[in-house]
């Protein structure tokens, strides 16, 4: 346990030291702790892009999955990586090359300028709807890292209060230090801890089980679902599960990744690097599932395996590993967290910093850089102090199997449901009005919860299905039926003109 705990702490100890390192070098404007300057690197722009987006959803909560539902557990991530390849190379690079003409930093501000909204209608519905779903984001992964921390360490049998607030100490400390470039840089570490975590550990687990035919005998004959057989979900299951990849269009913590690229032509090479990354640490998930269901099979540890499926990646971890690989397998975990969860606050502290306090309450009035970035810390501690509200509220309820895996999906699919269904047609259609976008961020979020809250909707197919459907038809047909505000036609296309070469048409 030790030495668990010492290879843990040297993981925390180099991510506070990336986060004081980018305070003290990269971090000196608004610009700087929101978007790296648009300085980024094709590799970490991939990287960044791609371990934000995933989160203690993949490690946790598709390892639990798969642990359920078998092989079947594979079309929960086709979607995301298929979605995300088109991502990086159409929308990312549209959406950067606009951004940066119109000077945007955040996407409240990319709406506001593309539809020249003086009333700050878009910008102001747009921040409501970050908060309210970022903070069920983050409450998800503090839930893990309490998770984590109590089955890695042994503290209790069930995840305490205690270790959610341990959690959400060290996660807020490096990404109030260093901003958009700490996170970036300290997300393309976690994601080699990620990446190691779920190729070693499933490697292993598999040969300590006896090969690929053990693991294959044991879970042929399973209970439940037929473990090895892909279609057992059913189509509707499928297309549920499919239409995850949804979200990947709305969810800004992962846009701004595009938007912070150095050139826009490097995203081809991030889609690349980005994919390959995605199919690994997918593959991992499902196999740390897939051992752990065999192991209960064959009589191995069944009770523990079965009372928790998300405390998997852990368990398996500490039972077949060396004390100190195994606190490497923890920081893996909590990379996954952190590398989403500092994302998240980042963007949740501009909607409320600098998109309602700036743009909004004090309009044209100059404000100091430094008070913004420090007024930005300060909301990202309350983020904080909500979150962990919610995430200590569902320690109160005995059933918590599967918590994060669907409270994370809620959150993503509020977002996609909202902002993918208005981003497309923003960027690809010039004919896109105003009314148009915020007639697909309100349906797309009531939808979304509506859909949810209704258990006979909700058996039926994954909210964020018939919520991005719904709001991006209405987008097409309210945008039809209003007209754009006069002059958009013509600063469009000044737009366009001054990025020409390269660009094909701009909306």
């Not at 990336?18 to 070098?25: K, N």
């Not at 057989?229 to 949804?246: F, K, N, Q, T």
């Not at 995430?391 to 409270?407: D, G, M, N, R, S």
């Not at 919520?467 to 754009?484: E, H, N």
């Amino acid at each position: 346990m030790t030495l668990a705990i010492t290879a843990f702490c040297l993981y925390l100890v180099l991510m506070i030291g990336v986060g004081v390192f980018c305070a003290r070098f990269y971090t000196k404007t608004m610009g700087d702790f929101y978007l790296g300057g648009r300085q980024m690197n094709d590799w970490v722009v991939a990287l960044s892009a791609v371990v934000s987006g995933r989160s203690s959803w993949l490690i946790l909560g598709v390892s639990g999955i798969a642990f359920a539902k078998g092989i079947s557990a594979v079309w929960a991530v086709v979607g995301y990586i298929t979605v995300e390849l088109f991502m990086f190379i159409f929308v990312g690079k549209r959406l950067r090359r606009y951004t940066h003409m119109v000077g945007a930093i955040t996407l409240p501000d990319f709406y506001e300028a593309r539809f020249r909204d003086r009333l700050h209608v878009l910008r102001l519905t747009s921040v409501i709807i970050i908060v309210v779903f970022m903070v069920f984001y983050i409450s998800a992964q503090l839930t893990a890292g309490g998770k984590t921390f109590c089955q890695s360490f042994a503290i209790g049998d069930e995840y305490s209060l205690h270790s959610v607030l341990l959690t959400a100490g060290i996660v807020v400390l490096y990404t109030l230090l260093g901003g958009f470039v700490a996170v970036s840089l300290t997300d393309v570490l976690q994601g080699l801890f990620m990446l190691f975590g779920l190729v070693v550990l499933p490697i292993i687990s598999v040969i300590d089980l006896g090969g690929l035919g053990v693991l294959y005998e044991a879970i042929k004959h399973a209970q439940g679902f037929p473990m090895v057989d892909p279609l057992a979900l059913g189509l509707g299951g499928i297309v549920g599960y499919l239409g995850v990849g949804l979200g990947s269009p709305g969810n800004p913590h992962i846009l701004v990744r595009y938007m912070s690229i150095k050139r826009p032509e490097l995203l081809r090479k991030s889609a690349l690097v980005g994919t390959v990354w995605n199919v690994l640490m997918a593959w991992g998930a499902v196999f740390v599932g897939l051992v752990a269901r065999a192991q209960v099979e064959m009589g191995v540890r069944p009770g523990e395996m079965a009372s928790d499926p998300e405390r998997i990646f852990p368990s398996l971890a500490a039972q077949h590993l060396h004390p100190f690989v195994t606190g490497l397998m923890i920081a893996a975990v909590f990379a996954a967290i952190m590398s989403t969860v500092d994302s998240q606050l980042l963007v949740a502290s501009s909607a409320i910093s600098r998109d309602l306090y700036q743009r909004i309450i004090k309009g044209r009035a100059e404000v100091a850089e430094k008070r913004m970035i420090l007024l930005s810390r300060v909301v990202i501690l309350v983020m904080v102090v909500v979150a962990t509200v919610i995430a200590a509220v569902a320690i109160e309820y005995p059933e918590t199997k599967h918590i994060v895996f669907w409270l994370v999906l809620f959150a993503w699919g509020g977002l996609g449901a909202s902002f993918g269904s208005t981003l497309l047609p923003a960027l690809f259609w010039k004919g896109t009005t105003s009314w148009g976008v915020f007639a697909g961020l309100i349906s797309g979020t009531v939808i979304t919860i509506v859909w949810k809250s209704t258990p006979q909707l909700a058996a039926i197919v994954y909210e964020l299905i018939p919520a991005f459907g719904i709001s991006f038809v209405l987008v097409i047909v309210v945008s039809l039926m209003t007209k754009r505000p006069e002059g958009a036609e013509e600063e469009l296309s000044r737009i366009a003109a001054r990025y020409r070469t390269g660009v094909g048409r701009m909306p």
